[in-house]
C-alpha cells in the first residue's frame, strides 16, 4: 500500500514539475486543521513529507493562521504549537488579521506565483483551492499523508497550453527574441509577402492555330498562273 501511495505522488509531482515549474525546497502552506490532524494521528510532518513528496521541503505558515489558533484557545493549543515551529510568511493582512483559509487563499492569487502547496483538511478551502491551476493539495487520510491528484482546473489549463491557446506572456518574448536571433521573423514575413504566381494554360489542351492565307498572298500566284497561260498560247 506504502509503494502504491508513493507511485502515485511521484506520478503527481512529475505533473506539477514539468507543468508549472515546480522545484525545491516545495513550499508547503499549512493551515491549523493539518496541523491538529498530524497531531490526532501522531504523523511527524517534518520527517515524512520530504519523504513522500521526494523532495526538500519548507514547511510554512501565516500570521493570521497562527492568531487564529489562539483565538480558539486549549482545544487547539497542541496544533498552534506545532505551527510555530515553521516558517511563518508575510501576508497582506498584518493590522487587520483574517480566517486561515481566507489567508492561504490570498497568498495563491494571481496564479500561485511562489508556487506554494496547501496542506488543509478544510473541505471548504480544499474545494476553493481546486479552483485554481498549478496548486498541489495535501490532507491527511487515515493516518497517511496524501497528495490530491490534479484538479479538472490544471489539467484544462495544460491542455490549453498545449494547444497554444494560452500561452504566458514572458514565453511569447522569449519565442520571439529566439526568432529574430535565428533570423526566423525576417524569412516568415518574407513568405507571407510571396504571393503565388497565376500559371498559364496548359500547353497540352491548346491547339496548334492554322496559318491563314491573306489575299495579299493569293495575287501574286494568280498573275504568276496567267503569264504561264499566255506564253503556253503564244
Excluded: W
Excluded at 502504491?4 to 499549512?30: D, G, W
Excluded at 495579299?216 to 494568280?222: I, L, R, V
Amino acid at each position: 500500500m506504502k509503494l502504491t501511495r508513493q507511485k502515485h505522488a511521484k506520478k503527481i509531482m512529475s505533473f506539477y514539475r514539468h507543468n508549472f515549474h515546480l522545484s525545491e525546497p516545495f513550499h508547503v502552506l499549512l493551515d491549523g486543521t493539518f496541523c491538529q490532524a498530524a497531531l490526532r494521528n501522531k504523523i511527524q510532518i517534518r520527517e515524512q513529507l520530504p519523504g513522500y513528496l521526494s523532495g526538500a521541503t519548507q514547511l510554512c505558515t501565516t500570521r493570521c493562521i497562527i492568531k487564529e489558533l489562539e483565538s480558539l484557545g486549549k482545544a487547539l493549543y497542541g496544533a498552534k504549537l506545532i505551527a510555530q515551529r515553521f516558517q511563518v510568511r508575510n501576508c497582506s493582512h498584518h493590522k487587520d488579521p483574517v480566517s486561515g483559509s481566507a489567508c492561504l487563499l490570498s497568498m495563491i492569487e494571481e496564479g500561485n506565483p511562489h508556487h506554494f502547496f496547501i496542506a488543509t483538511q478544510d473541505k471548504d478551502l480544499a474545494n476553493k483551492v481546486k479552483k485554481k491551476a498549478g496548486v498541489p493539495l495535501l490532507f491527511i487520510i487515515q493516518n497517511t499523508m496524501v497528495l490530491d491528484k490534479p484538479s479538472p482546473k490544471s489539467l484544462a489549463f495544460v491542455q490549453k497550453l498545449q494547444t497554444n491557446e494560452l500561452v504566458p506572456e514572458h514565453q511569447k518574448q522569449s519565442i520571439l527574441q529566439l526568432k529574430e536571433k535565428e533570423g526566423l521573423v525576417k524569412q516568415e514575413s518574407e513568405k507571407r509577402r510571396k504571393r503565388k504566381r497565376a500559371g498559364g494554360p496548359n500547353p497540352l489542351s491548346c491547339l496548334k492555330k492554322k496559318k491563314k492565307k491573306t489575299q495579299e498572298g493569293q495575287e501574286p500566284s494568280a498573275e504568276k498562273k496567267k503569264r504561264i497561260k499566255r506564253k503556253r498560247n503564244r
